[in-house]
C-alpha cells in the first residue's frame, strides 16, 4: 500500500515573492556576466570575498536591497555589501564595495550604507573589516541634493583605538576608498594592486598627464612608504591574513605548540660585528606558526610582529641587526610607534628586543626629522600602560637603549643574554671623547688607532653583561634557551586588564 503524499505548506504571496525575487537577483548566479568579467581580472566576487571571510552561514546582511539614487539606475545593493557575521567566532561588521557595479563607486545611498555600519560597529564595539575596491565618488549619483551630509570617513576616523578595523585593497582604490585604506587599522593589499587619493581623471585635471591607476599608485610604493602593513600574493591570500589578524585580538583557539629554545644560545654571534636575522629569534621565542610580522619592507631596521606566547597575544619590537646594524632611523622609529599604538590600544603586552648601537646619525639621518620620529617611538613606548617585558640581546647603547626598554621605562622584567654590551653611548665613540687628548697626542695614526682599539676592548669589558648585572642594570642575566620559560612565567603573573567602557587611545594612521 502506498503512503500518500505529506502535507505542503501555503502558496508563497505575491508580495513575498516579490521580495524573494529580488534578493535572488542580489547572488552570483543571478549574474554570471558580471561574475565572468570579475574572474576575467582575476579577482573574486564580493560574495566570494565575503564567504572566505566569514564563517560558514553567519552574516546577516544590511542594506541588500538598496539601488542608486539617480533615477535610470540599478545595481545589485548599489554596490556595497555589508552586514555583520562572525570571523573566527568573533562578530565583525563587514562592508564591501563590489567593483562589478558601477566600478565599486561611492554613491548618495551606499554612504548611508556604509555610515549606518560604522555607526553600528561604534555602538556596538564590533571590528570592521573592509573590501575596498571601486574608483572613488559615483560623481552624477553624489550630486543628488536630498543625500544629506557626507559623514562615512567621519564616523570609521572614531573607531580608532575603539575597535580592531582592517582594510583589503584587491586592485583599485582610489579617492574615498584611499581614504578608508589610509584610516583603517591594519592595511592589505594584493601584489599588483593601486591606490591613490587622486584618480587618472583628477590627476590630468590637476597636472595635465595622463596615467594608469598602476602608474600613480602601485603597491610597491605603498610597501616602500609604509603605508601597506602586508603584501598580500591574491585575494584568497589577503583574506586569510585579515582572519589571522583579528584572531590576535581574542582568545587562541588552539593549544600552544612551543618552539626549539636550544637554538636561543647561539643565535647571536660572538663576533659583535657580524649579523644575525631576529626574526629567528622571534620564531624560537613564540609559540610554532603563531608570528605576523607587520609592514616587513619599511623601516627595516626593526622588526614589528604580532605573536603568541603560551597561547597569550604579544607585541614583540626588535632591532634587526641585519639592516643598520639595527640603528634606528625615521622610518623605524614611525612604524615601532603606531604598532606599540594598536597594542596599547587593545591591552596588548609589549615585548622588546634590544640590539641597537643607538639612534641613526649624520645628516641624512637628521634630515628626515629623526629629531621627532625617534621621540615619537619614545613617547608612544612611555606612555603605553601595558606590561613591557625587555631582553637586551646584545647591543644596548645611548638613546636607542634607552627608547628599547631600559631601566625608566620601568619594565615588568628586564633581561640580558651574556652577548649582552652596554654603554651611554656607542663605546668606540666614548673612547674618542674620553681619551681624546692622549690620542691626539699621537702623531702616527697607526699607533693611535692601535691605542683606541686597545681602549675600547677595555670599556667594553668593563660593560660585559655580568659586570653590568653586578651594579643591578638588569633584573638577571639569563641562559638565552630559558628566555621563553621566564617570559611565559612573567606573563602568568601580570593581571588581566581592567575592563573598559570607552575607548582607551587614538591610533596616529601613521
Request: one cysteine or more; glycine letters at 10%.
Amino acid at each position: 500500500m502506498s503512503s500518500s503524499p505529506g502535507p505542503t505548506g501555503p502558496a508563497v504571496r505575491p508580495e513575498l515573492q516579490a521580495v524573494l525575487e529580488a534578493r535572488a537577483a542580489l547572488q552570483d548566479a543571478a549574474r554570471p556576466e558580471a561574475l565572468a568579467r570579475q574572474h576575467a581580472r582575476g579577482r573574486l566576487s564580493v560574495r566570494e570575498a565575503l564567504a572566505g571571510l566569514i564563517d560558514p552561514d553567519s552574516f546577516v546582511e544590511y542594506g541588500g536591497l538598496a539601488q542608486p539614487a539617480v533615477d535610470g539606475m540599478s545595481g545589485a545593493a548599489d554596490g556595497l555589501v555589508m552586514g555583520t557575521a562572525q570571523v573566527g567566532g568573533r562578530a565583525v561588521d563587514l562592508v564591501l564595495y563590489d567593483y562589478t557595479v558601477h566600478g565599486g563607486t561611492q554613491s548618495a545611498v551606499n554612504h548611508q550604507k556604509i555610515t549606518r555600519m560604522f555607526e553600528h560597529a561604534l555602538r556596538h564595539r564590533l571590528p570592521v573589516i573592509l573590501w575596498l575596491e571601486g574608483g572613488g565618488a559615483r560623481t552624477h549619483d553624489m550630486l543628488v541634493s536630498a543625500r544629506g551630509p557626507t559623514t562615512t570617513f567621519v564616523v570609521f576616523a572614531r573607531l580608532s583605538g575603539l575597535v580592531p578595523t582592517i582594510g583589503i585593497v584587491p586592485s583599485r582604490a582610489f579617492a574615498g576608498h584611499a581614504n578608508l585604506a589610509g584610516l583603517s587599522d591594519l592595511l592589505i593589499a594584493v601584489r599588483g594592486s593601486a591606490m591613490g587619493l587622486g584618480g587618472p581623471p583628477l590627476v590630468h585635471a590637476a597636472l595635465g598627464v595622463t596615467l594608469t591607476p598602476e602608474e600613480i599608485g602601485p603597491a610597491d610604493a605603498h610597501v616602500r612608504s609604509g603605508v601597506i602593513d602586508l603584501l598580500a600574493d591574491d585575494d584568497a591570500h589577503a583574506i586569510t591574513l585579515a582572519r589571522r589578524y583579528l584572531a590576535f585580538f581574542g582568545p587562541a583557539t588552539e593549544p600552544p605548540r612551543a618552539p626549539d629554545p636550544l637554538p636561543l644560545r647561539e643565535l647571536v654571534p660572538l663576533n659583535p660585528r657580524r649579523a644575525y636575522d631576529v626574526r629567528k629569534v622571534i620564531a624560537h621565542l613564540a609559540d610554532l606558526d603563531s608570528s605576523l610580522e607587520l609592514k616587513p619592507g619599511w623601516g627595516r631596521s626593526v622588526v614589528t610582529s604580532l605573536v603568541r606566547i603560551d597561547g597569550r597575544t604579544v607585541g614583540v619590537v626588535a632591532n634587526q641587526p641585519m639592516h643598520a646594524a639595527g640603528a634606528i632611523d625615521s622610518a623605524a622609529a614611525v612604524k615601532a610607534a603606531r604598532f606599540v599604538q594598536i597594542c596599547d590600544a587593545f591591552d596588548i603586552p609589549l615585548l622588546l628586543l634590544c640590539d641597537t648601537p643607538g639612534l641613526m646619525v649624520g645628516p641624512e639621518a637628521e634630515q628626515t626629522g629623526l629629531v621627532r620620529h625617534s621621540a615619537r617611538m619614545l613617547t608612544a613606548i612611555a606612555n603605553a600602560t601595558v606590561p613591557i617585558m625587555t631582553v637586551v640581546l646584545r647591543k644596548a647603547y645611548g638613546l636607542g637603549y634607552y627608547i628599547m626598554g631600559s631601566q625608566p621605562l620601568d619594565p615588568a622584567i628586564l633581561l640580558a643574554w651574556p652577548t649582552a654590551e652596554y654603554g651611554g653611548m656607542g663605546l668606540e665613540g666614548a673612547v674618542s671623547i674620553l681619551h681624546r687628548r692622549e690620542l691626539e697626542a699621537m702623531a702616527d695614526p697607526g699607533e693611535r688607532a692601535a691605542r683606541h682599539r686597545e681602549l675600547t676592548a677595555q670599556l667594553k669589558d668593563e660593560h660585559t653583561a655580568l659586570k653590568t648585572a653586578a651594579k643591578f642594570t638588569y633584573d638577571d642575566v639569563i641562559d638565552p634557551a630559558d628566555t621563553r620559560r621566564i617570559l611565559v612565567q612573567t606573563l602568568r603573573t601580570l593581571p588581566p586588564p581592567a575592563p573598559r567602557e570607552g575607548r582607551k587611545r587614538l591610533i596616529e594612521p601613521f
